[in-house]
């Protein structure tokens, strides 16, 4: 029996061995139907291995702005047998499987699955196919793409001018191959699965010049926006997107690209870019944060504005370094040694990533401090659609740097570290600059950074510097309120955790989720305010002990309610929290 | 990269700095201190024209003892920290200090890409066979069956050949002098500041309180300027021979030099033609060439 169902809200995933082109599979369809004003919302899932591990790429199709999967699929592409033994469970009620193993045969269990859940298998003679053509496996992807082009209705021309634009670069001949394998994807739906179709929620024309992009695509471009001109790194997933984004671009950007031989080197080299009055920034994960801590604590000390990203999976040690989680958090604030003044943030989805970063190298310069920008593998590598940005919003502020000569002539040495600065805020001035000179003294120091261990100095400089925390914090903005603006059920929350949380409260008039950007220092006024209105609060994060939460009732000593945690390396599903939210 | 030479050069008093010295009678760090001070003077580098890059150790409290835009960053990674403010600003002379600890024990693989990164920057090292700051443990360059604190039988591991180790990681300068010897290190020193890439310097230095075996005196007897027996430095096997083979006497000098290699930033394509420095490009930059790949 043929099914046609019609739902706001659908997902198709592909699964198969890692080398088998699922990526590219995912992004095609995503691509074609964005350009048709859909709105999209990729999520990789894969193995820390190259070749063979099972993999998979989802999007989530929406008639309205999406950035959450759900557990569910609409259309589940299997390229080989593993998906099918695994992932039947995950196609929802009246969906379609499409596979491509010659003589598959379920077993009982299985067609029982497909038998009550009225799912439509389709089997794509792939080998037969590309046999007839002596091609290679991988063009087999283009028929699969046509395929799943054709379930959900569209129009072939739309994808072949997109497959002429992708792979021209490649020749005429690539060109023209690939589109043989379109006519072969549509010649199979016509003949072998003919009806056969899934409804696609309704364009939005609004959206079609959007653009599509991982979450480390937005923070590369936002980093060059941002005036960044040096960015050193050492590969360490999920991380490695952002490094290898601002590598691949280095010949438009001019950005100066170091990999570095460990995480230590690609800090220190950045600390010491940004000493001589560059913007440099470098990004790792938990692991690499540890190497990296030591020398967060020296810019901490000689007040130098460093910016590093920390791109968190699920620890500890290797851990689940394909996937996500949130546990990095309290390290990211109370990790390295010793007590010195940090701002701690966090993205969220491809707009924040991008708007996020002249702010961030704005802090560092203004505070003369360390900040990490929390980030995670959803973020980092999960696909956004997202409005092209606003490019003459960001503005540069360098702080309290001195670079005006006749100011310059004025400086004394002592000026630098000076504890009796506003706010703790001294004058920074370049070397190389003509002026009197100074250290930046890694030793506790006196004003102009000559090693001081007396007990005033000691107090003085202590106090200087966890000075900037105050001064800092009563400019930082206020968590934002989305949802609700006087919500019964308050969520507490951050990170990639918005995207799924957003999408849940969407209709739901009484939920207000307070999403929080800045989580060091930690302003609570507004959350506290809300906490004493609301019947119930709830923090949802990505950990097992609760982070937040933990922070919060240090800083405020409120305690949240209830909790919903996770920390499995998955992100929160859509459906997954709808339910545990009701 | 080339220094501007400005013809009102500074003098040594201009790199005076009040602060009271804390290094023992007769350590090797004065007299090395001295020749920086006299080479930057030769060189007509101002203090606010250079960046000096201190590790830890003894030789790290020169970080207050003179003037220039200094660093006293972490133990061993004193390098990486330079090579990323040359970077930023080729413009500016980067010397960053480290001892035998740091370099051959705590960031020993700084040193292996310093020197394969060609990094256009100076690295002196303060060579006293020992961590004296921490109080006479032995570092990898620690003779054999020497004493030492908590080695008291003397190091259980060998004693790294540091030039053999230097020499194979394809290095484009690399001279040896020693702390008694101020116009000799000046001399390298120089070269070394001028020179195109990496320059590594190793100076053997004096430890009166913990080093007994390669003391002054010994340094005196044993050490001898290469350069004036007629080594030439472009020769690359005579001048591995002069810095392996110490067994009777200790050749000094510019023992290597090659100007033909480019260094890291010459190699970097995206910099070809730049005229400005990383530190010069600080702005809010136009990323709508950027956005277009994604729509």
């Not at chain 1, 696909?383 to 100011?407: C, E, H």
């Not at chain 1, 506290?528 to 994060?541: Q, S």
């Not at chain 2, 080339?2 to 013809?7: P, T």
Request: charged share 20%.
């Amino acid at each position: 029996m043929l099914r046609t169902k019609i739902m706001s809200r659908i997902a198709f995933k592909v699964t198969g061995a890692q080398g088998q082109g699922i990526n590219s599979v995912g992004e095609m369809v995503a691509k074609g139907l964005k350009r048709a004003g859909h709105h999209v919302f990729g999520y990789r899932e894969y193995m820390s291995v190259i070749k063979g591990g099972h993999s998979s790429y989802q999007l989530d199709i929406s008639d309205c702005h999406i950035e959450s999967s759900q557990t569910q699929v609409d259309i589940l592409v299997c390229l080989n047998y593993i998906g099918l033994k695994r992932d039947l469970p995950s196609i929802k009620k009246g969906g379609v499987l499409l596979h491509l193993i010659p003589d598959w045969k379920f077993s009982a269990e299985d067609q029982k699955i497909l038998d009550d859940n009225l799912i439509q298998v389709l089997y794509l003679p792939i080998e037969k196919i590309l046999k007839e053509h002596h091609s290679r496996p991988i063009v087999g992807n283009m028929c699969v793409v046509a395929v799943v082009w054709g379930l959900l209705g569209r129009d072939y021309d739309t994808l072949k001018e997109m497959v002429t634009e992708r792979f021209s670069y490649k020749g005429e001949k690539v060109v023209e191959l690939n589109h043989i394998f379109i006519d072969e994807g549509k010649k199979f739906l016509e003949e072998d699965a003919k009806g056969v179709s899934i409804e696609v929620p309704k364009p939005d024309p609004s959206c079609k010049d959007d653009l599509l992009l991982v979450g480390s695509e937005a923070m590369g471009m936002g980093m060059v926006h941002a005036g960044c001109r040096m960015y050193c790194g050492y590969p360490m997933t999920p991380s490695t997107p952002l490094l290898d984004y601002m590598a691949s671009h280095q010949n438009e950007t001019g950005v100066i690209i170091k990999q570095a031989e460990d995480e230590i080197t690609a800090m220190q080299m950045v600390s010491g870019a940004a000493w001589m009055g560059t913007r440099a920034a470098t990004s790792t994960s938990g692991g690499g944060y540890d190497l990296m801590s030591e020398t967060l604590s020296l810019n901490g000390i000689i007040e130098n504005p460093s910016v590093m990203v920390l791109a968190m999976r699920q620890g500890p040690a290797t851990g689940l370094p394909t996937w996500s989680g949130q546990g990095d958090m309290l390290l990211s604030i109370f990790g390295s040694h010793g007590e010195y003044p940090r701002l701690v943030m966090a993205v969220s989805d491809c707009q924040d990533s991008f708007d996020l970063m002249p702010d961030a190298f704005n802090y560092a310069e203004e505070y003369q401090l360390p900040v990490t920008i929390l980030t995670d593998k959803n973020i980092a590598e999960g696909l956004f659609m997202q409005p092209q940005y606003d490019l003459k919003k960001a503005k540069i502020s360098r702080g309290n740097l001195v670079t005006d000569q006749k100011k310059l002539d004025a400086l004394k040495s002592a000026d630098r570290y000076d504890p009796n600065a506003e706010g703790g805020v001294s004058p920074r001035w370049l070397p190389g600059a003509k002026a009197v000179t100074y250290c930046a003294q890694g030793d506790e120091h006196d004003g102009e950074g000559n090693v001081a261990e007396g007990i005033d100095n000691a107090i003085a400089q202590m106090n200087k510097r966890m000075k900037k925390m105050d001064t800092m914090k009563a400019v930082l903005p206020e968590p934002q309120l989305i949802g609700s603006q006087d919500p019964e059920i308050l969520i507490v929350s951050w990170g990639s955790n918005r995207g799924p949380i957003v999408d849940v409260i969407k209709d739901q008039s009484n939920i207000g989720y307070l999403h929080y950007t800045y989580l060091w220092p930690l302003k609570t006024e507004k959350l506290e305010a809300l906490a004493k209105k609301a019947k119930k609060t709830i923090l949802i994060e990505a950990t097992y002990q609760g982070h937040l939460g933990k922070l919060i009732s240090m800083e405020c000593g409120l305690n949240l309610d209830e909790q919903i945690l996770k920390f499995d390396g998955r992100p929160f599903f859509y459906d997954e929290l709808l339910s545990k939210l009701s | 990269m080339a220094i501007s030479l400005d013809s009102n050069g500074p003098g040594v008093q201009d790199y005076y700095c009040g602060t009271e010295c804390t290094w023992c009678d007769g350590c090797g760090d004065y007299g090395i201190m001295a020749a920086v001070k006299r080479a930057l003077v030769e060189l007509k580098i101002h203090p606010h024209e250079v960046a000096l890059c201190f590790d830890i150790g003894c030789h790290g409290n020169a970080s207050d003892k003179m003037l220039g835009y200094r660093i006293h960053g972490l133990h061993g990674r004193i390098i990486p920290f330079a090579a990323g403010a040359k970077l930023a600003n080729p413009n500016m002379p980067v010397i960053a200090f480290g001892g035998d600890g740091a370099s051959f024990s705590e960031g020993v693989n700084h040193l292996v890409h310093g020197i394969r990164s060609h990094y256009p920057m100076t690295f002196v090292m303060h060579n006293n066979a020992n961590y004296g700051l921490t109080k006479g443990q032995a570092s990898s360059v620690t003779w054999q069956n020497q004493p030492m604190n908590i080695s008291p039988n003397g190091i259980p591991e060998d004693t790294l050949q540091s030039m053999e180790f230097i020499f194979s990681l394809q290095p484009t300068f690399v001279a040896r002098s020693w702390s008694g010897d101020i116009p000799q290190m000046t001399r390298v020193l120089k070269a070394a500041i001028q020179h195109r890439g990496f320059a590594f310097v190793d100076i053997l230095q004096a430890c009166p309180t913990y080093n007994k075996f390669t003391s002054h005196e010994w340094l005196l007897e044993h050490c001898f300027d290469a350069n004036e027996k007629g080594h030439d430095p472009s020769d690359l096997e005579a001048a591995k021979k002069v810095a392996f083979d110490t067994t009777d006497r200790v050749g000094c000098g510019i023992l290597y030099q090659n100007e033909d290699h480019p260094t890291f930033y010459e190699r970097l394509k995206p910099r070809e033609g730049v005229k400005t420095t990383a530190v010069e490009e600080v702005k809010i930059t136009d990323v709508s060439g950027l956005m277009k790949e994604f729509i």
